[in-house]
């Protein structure tokens, strides 16, 4: 499905700021993979998904979805194949649109886009049944502004709107971490359901290591913009965060000195 | 008193016409958040082409208007090229397009400053030869017919996806990009649009005062966002679309009632530039100036 071969990204080269963030990296997810994605601050797991979006150019490697070669297409293009919830609440939707308008942006995503009108009245009941799933009220709010809704009810529609047209891979860049632990329970428990229900191949960055072990059938480690570890099936469901943490000093040679995720114990 | 009539009926005239430009610049300021600063010179050229197009090629005043629409679309391309492509700031950007404008618009004229439409049929002209109303009323009702059309096509327009995904760029550009759309596109189309308005309201100012001048879209942009705040003042509570692109030409109306009446008072046109910056500034500091002092007043020492 998604074949990353090689993958190299420097920060800005030869200055004193030079930061290598990934450092060849090298991944393929099967059809229908839900992968975990853990490792400090740093090492390059939102550079990753960047990467897989778009976001910035590579400096070389490969990425494939699908047999198909994405490396150089930009961000809007591989929107197409692409759904993706962010960490920050504010950055998946329109603030000053429409609930509905928003949904319809999402519903055309890697479309051509015309002049027929930006929202049918037949998208709007299938926009209703899919807002009603979230159980979060929605679906009688479509037509406020989006502006006005919690972070925790933006983050559930950025990823209702990730997923309203089935994308290929589904990318997940920390989209519980700026909620509170109630609202992030939901919306991680939305995610579950949408992603099993359209059995969606996923990357999910979490610092959370309960979560990591918990959720999905593969959890991948990375470090030091590589991927130290890669474990699923029976053996990721028998996983501790003991032995994650240990795997982590014994592939790193490093103490896991991340507060958040020893506090996520 | 019936100077004073004829005067306030002018102003109106005038803001409906100038309306158009309004409008143009409510769609780079309002919804894609950009200030356009190339309005001064596509207005001017929008008034050159015009004028040059009837008086020397002896063009229909109404194609002619359509020319400078498209001479306003060119020069937001420009503007829109450089934003985008050379990823020159939006301000600064459209200073350049202003300034180079100058130049290009005095060539259009043929180096001069001023070139009059005496003599030559305009379209409001025609529009009084054949239903003889008076010239106000003519150029009232040609300016609000055309403010109409053009209200309909933006509604039209902003409804569709392309519009919806340009809306959808001056709210959050990581968010559409990340829905397959290129807001390098998005913009570049905004700033044509947008400008295409302004070059067909500058025609139709130049066409109302029968000449056009190198120096008749300076402060434009100005005028246009202290209509666009006077605006939003009187009906910005007025949530659709709709009313808020009406209240885009309702403000550019108020604008020139206000300035007509200030002269009239005394005030010397000279100065009428001051008081539309001052507007303007008033009006982007206000809130700015509510909310610091609000954080101020809601701080409280507590901790006992």
């Known amino acids: 499905m998604l074949d990353i071969k090689n993958v190299r990204k420097t920060f800005n080269k030869n200055t004193i700021n030079e930061k290598k963030a990934l450092n060849g990296i090298d991944l393929h997810l099967n059809e229908g993979d839900f992968v975990t994605v853990i490792g400090g601050n740093g090492a390059g797991k939102s550079t990753m998904l960047n990467m897989i979006a778009g976001v910035y150019p590579i400096d070389s490697g490969k990425i494939q979805i699908d047999e198909i070669n994405i490396s150089r297409d930009p961000e809007y293009k591989r929107a197409k194949y692409i759904g993706r919830v962010f960490q920050d609440p504010m950055l998946g939707t329109a603030a000053g649109m429409e609930i509905q308008e928003n949904m319809a942006l999402a519903y055309r995503r890697g479309q051509g886009r015309g002049l027929a009108w930006g929202i049918r009245t037949s998208e709007k009941s299938y926009y209703y049944e899919a807002l009603k799933k979230l159980g979060l009220g929605l679906q009688d709010r479509m037509t406020n502004k989006v502006g006005l809704l919690s972070g925790g009810q933006r983050q559930a529609l950025t990823l209702l709107m990730a997923t309203l047209k089935k994308p290929k891979l589904l990318l997940l860049d920390e989209h519980t971490a700026a909620l509170d632990p109630k609202t992030a329970k939901k919306v991680l428990e939305i995610t579950q359901e949408i992603v099993e229900e359209q059995n969606l191949t996923t990357l999910m960055i979490t610092h959370n290591m309960k979560d990591a072990i918990q959720i999905g059938n593969r959890l991948v480690m990375m470090h030091e913009g590589r991927i130290i570890y890669d474990v699923s099936g029976e053996e990721k469901k028998k996983l501790e965060v003991e032995d994650l943490l240990k795997k982590f000093e014994e592939a790193s040679g490093e103490e896991f000195s991340n507060d958040r995720m020893i506090l996520a114990k | ?304």
């Open chain 2, 1 to 304: 008193m019936s100077g004073l009539l004829v005067s306030l009926q002018d102003a109106v005239v005038q803001g409906v016409l100038w309306g158009i430009m309004v409008l143009g610049v409510y769609i780079t300021y309002k919804l894609l958040d950009i200030a356009d600063l190339t309005v001064d010179g596509s207005f001017a050229m929008g008034g050159c082409v015009c004028a040059v197009m009837i008086l020397n090629f002896h063009v229909d005043p109404w194609v002619s208007l359509g020319v400078a629409a498209a001479a306003g679309m060119a020069a937001g391309a420009v503007t829109g090229l450089l934003h985008t492509i050379f990823e020159i700031p939006a301000i600064l950007a459209g200073i350049l397009t202003q300034i180079g404008l100058w130049s290009i618009n005095l060539r259009i004229m043929g180096g001069k400053s001023n070139v009059p439409l005496l003599k030559t049929d305009t379209i409001m002209s025609k529009f009084i030869a054949a239903t003889g109303l008076s010239k106000q009323a003519a150029a009232m009702i040609i300016g609000i017919g055309i403010a109409i059309v053009m209200i309909s096509f933006l509604y039209w327009f902003f409804g569709t996806e392309i519009g919806s995904a340009m809306r959808a760029t001056g709210n959050n550009q990581a968010m559409i990009r990340a829905q397959g759309v290129n807001t390098n596109w998005t913009k570049l189309l905004a700033l044509t649009i947008s400008n295409g308005l302004v070059g067909l309201s500058g025609g139709l100012v130049c066409q109302s005062q029968k000449y056009a001048d190198i120096g008749m879209g300076t402060g434009a942009i100005v005028i246009g966002l202290a209509a666009i705040v006077i605006g939003d003042v009187l009906m910005g509570k007025l949530r659709s679309f709709a009313s808020k692109l009406i209240s885009a030409v309702v403000g550019s109306v108020i604008y020139f009632v206000i300035r007509a009446m200030v002269l009239r008072m005394g005030m010397d046109a000279n100065d009428m530039k001051l008081l539309s910056a001052a507007i303007v500034a008033v009006a982007l500091c206000v809130p700015v100036m509510m909310n610091k002092w609000r954080i101020k007043k809601s701080y409280t020492e507590g901790g006992e």
